[in-house]
């Protein structure tokens, strides 16, 4: 079991975590938003070269990419959070197996669920 000092440290990472990722999903915001509002200007009645239009519908891609992303990775450490906070004692706790993954492990990944030998096993098995 991690001790209280642990468990502090690692709702600490978490939740600055969970500030960096929703402050990366606001400029995904703003980005979009400008973009939109970027087309209702008088400008837009000036058609771009079919390069240009092709090459701002991928950075559109992309950012909506990383945005979805940022969203999972937003969605794992809520979920961390809530078996924090529902479960302290069990928090660290490998959802396989049951073996602990780890202060070491949880400090670099916080809202890791599985222990190392797990999500190996996991990973092979998805190979």
């Known amino acids: 079991m991690l001790t209280k000092k642990q468990l502090e440290h690692l709702e600490k990472r978490l939740l600055d975590e969970r500030a960096r990722a929703q402050k990366a999903l606001g400029i995904f915001d703003k980005m979009a938003k400008s973009d939109r ?11 771009d070269h079919m390069a240009d239009q092709g090459t701002e ?8 990419l990383f945005a979805t992303k940022e969203g999972r990775y937003l969605y794992r450490i809520e979920e961390a959070l809530r078996r924090l906070y529902n479960d302290p004692k069990s928090f ?36």
Do not use: N, Q, W
């Open 57 to 64: 519908a991928m950075e559109r891609e992309k950012a909506a």
């Open 92 to 127: 660290g706790d490998c959802h396989t197996c049951g073996a602990k993954v780890g202060f070491e492990r949880l400090d670099a990944l916080p809202h890791a669920r599985y222990c190392i030998d797990c999500k190996v096993k996991e990973e092979e098995d998805a190979a």
């Open 37 to 47: 509002e970027s087309g209702d200007s008088a400008l837009a009645a000036y058609t």
